[in-house]
């Protein structure tokens, strides 16, 4: 090879990484792209919250979540024979987003069962306790006893949260106490017992807490004996942004609003059987 054929060739070379240069991306570039994405997700995020692209999806989970709860106390029931709960602890009054009026939400749950045969429950002072509507932690699982938050900030409203009737957003609810403890044997007494630690309250201080009762049968107590089925609408909590909250926010009236106008995911509980399923996805 000449030497002026491989000086050619270097420079060639030479040049070729010089293009390259040139084209590549600078650091100042490549920030000021990132920056004109960040603009373009500020503008973009928003508006598809406002034709409802990320809430449903969270009211979906919500709602499924319940439903798996709602199933597996079902399953509970029938596997301890005994009458297993899905109870409810009702948050303080909260400003609604849109009328501004203070309404109670229901925000966590927590999975308990009727004191089970052969027990006895006894309080703090070693009092035997008759109460029917008294539920404890689930044997071998204390810590379903524990309040879980429904996923994704979603939630159920309660009864009276709205004037339209009866407010089916919460479904038929029965009272119940939960005491928490632990199961023990009372060798002196030969028998079995639940020997409580507290009594639990709502915030509010009262000590019901609204329920959905399954049997061993796979029948559900309802408060109410009219009607077989019930239902349970997802969606937000009251001071969520209405854009979430509502399919339509600009046409709700303040002073009359509807379950219609909610956007939420609806379950259907049936007493007969006990069976659960979204009917809403």
């Known amino acids: 090879m000449s030497t002026a054929r491989y000086i050619a060739r270097g420079l060639g070379r030479g040049a070729a990484r010089m293009r390259a240069a040139a084209e590549g991306i ?9 920056v004109i994405l960040g603009l373009m997700a500020a503008i973009v995020i928003p508006t598809f919250a406002r034709f409802g692209f990320f809430s449903r999806n969270e009211t979906q989970q919500g709602a499924r979540e319940l439903y798996k709860v709602l199933s597996m106390t079902r399953v509970l029931a029938a596997t301890n024979r005994v009458d297993t709960a899905v109870a409810y602890a009702v948050t303080s009054n909260k400003p609604d987003s849109l009328t501004g009026q203070f309404v109670k939400t229901i925000e966590s749950y927590a999975v308990v069962q009727n004191v089970p045969e052969g027990y006895k429950l006894v309080d703090v002072d070693g009092n035997q306790v008759t109460d029917e509507w008294a539920f404890v932690p689930v044997e071998g ?20 949260a709205y004037g339209d009737g009866e407010n089916p957003l919460i479904g038929s609810l029965k009272p119940i106490r939960i005491y928490l403890g632990e199961y023990e044997y009372d060798p002196s007494q030969r028998y079995w017992l639940f020997r409580a630690s507290e009594k639990l309250t709502q915030v509010d201080g009262t000590y019901d807490f609204p329920a959905h009762i399954f049997t061993p049968s796979g029948r559900m107590e309802w408060s109410k004996a009219d009607r077989e089925r019930r239902e349970i609408n997802v969606g937000y909590p009251p001071d969520a942004d209405p854009i979430e909250r509502f399919a339509s926010p600009d046409s ?9 106008d909610f956007r939420t995911i ?16």
């Not at 204390?142 to 009276?160: K, M, N, S, Y």
């Not at 609806?266 to 996805?281: C, H, K, P, S």
């Open 252 to 260: 709700v009236d303040p002073q009359n609003v509807k379950l219609s």
């Open 266 to 281: 609806r379950l259907e509980l049936y007493r007969a059987t006990g069976r659960v399923q979204i009917v809403q996805d």
């Open 26 to 34: 600078t650091l100042v570039e490549l920030l000021l792209v990132l």
């Open 141 to 160: 699982m204390q810590e379903a006893a524990t309040f879980r938050v429904i996923p994704q900030g979603t939630a159920l409203l309660a009864e009276d």
